[in-house]
T-cell receptor, first 108, second 113 residues
Framework: DQQVKQNSPSLSVQEGRISILNCDYT??????FLWYKKYPAEGPTFLIS?????DKNEDGRFTVFLNKSAKHLSLHIVPSQPGDSAVYFC???????FGEGTQLTVNP | DSGVTQTPKHLITATGQRVTLRCSPR?????VYWYQQSLDQGLQFLIQ???????AKGNILERFSAQQFPDLHSELNLSSLELGDSALYFC????????????FGNGTRLTVT
């Protein structure tokens, strides 16, 4: 039972444009959501989080939006940079259940 | 550098064998998590410890076990290894149990031949 799903395995965008990564969840008990970035041969690194009492959290170029009624969250990266190319995982707490990841490629 | 140390980085062993993976959490972190990432798969939660006690269990096989020691380091024991156990095993730590970001180590790549 995949409670957190990232339906797009990959996304390609041009440098300077917006990247939008999506994540859906099914468990209404999830109350805290996180995004992680992973480069090859490294562990995931924490990027940004949002509590279920908010619908938006912003940190520099990264903004996470939460739509509780749709059980959907998204990560916006603007402007996208080639160094953002990585696999992005969304995760939901409690129990830190991870999605399958989306490979983002930002082309120069 | 996340501050989480995992050893060894790579492990190659044969089917039926037993291995132990080790994790040292970030200084001050009480909670340790273990995850498995098989080829092209997401991160599958295995087990969580908090201050030496098992806190939550995920999709961990009975052939696998873990513990967290008084100095807060943790070990994941994998026995009767099968080819399908080949994966990246990540350890992560956090200050508290829930609703705090996890800090991941760089993983142990296990290859079972």
């Amino acid at each position: 039972d995949q409670q957190v799903k990232q339906n797009s395995p990959s996304l390609s965008v041009q440098e300077g444009r917006i990247s939008i990564l999506n994540c859906d969840y099914t468990n209404s008990m999830f109350d805290y959501f996180l995004w992680y970035k992973k480069y090859p041969a490294e562990g995931p690194t924490f990027l940004i989080s949002i509590s279920s009492i908010k619908d938006k959290n912003e940190d520099g170029r990264f903004t996470v939006f939460l739509n509780k009624s749709a059980k959907h969250l998204s990560l916006h990266i603007v402007p996208s940079q080639p160094g953002d190319s990585a696999v992005y995982f969304c995760a939901a707490s409690p129990r830190l259940t991870f999605g399958e990841g989306t490979q983002l490629t930002v082309n120069p | 550098d996340s501050g989480v140390t995992q050893t060894p980085k790579h492990l190659i062993t044969a089917t039926g064998q037993r291995v132990t993976l080790r994790c040292s959490p970030r200084s001050g972190d009480l909670s340790v998590y273990w995850y498995q990432q098989s080829l092209d798969q997401g991160l599958q939660f295995l087990i969580q410890y908090y201050n030496g006690e098992e806190r939550a269990k995920g999709n961990i096989l009975e052939r696998f076990s873990a513990q967290q020691f008084p100095d807060l380091h943790s070990e994941l024991n994998l026995s009767s290894l099968e080819l399908g156990d080949s994966a990246l095993y990540f350890c992560a730590s956090s200050v508290q149990g829930n609703n705090s970001p996890l800090h991941f180590g760089n993983g142990t790549r296990l290859t079972v031949t």
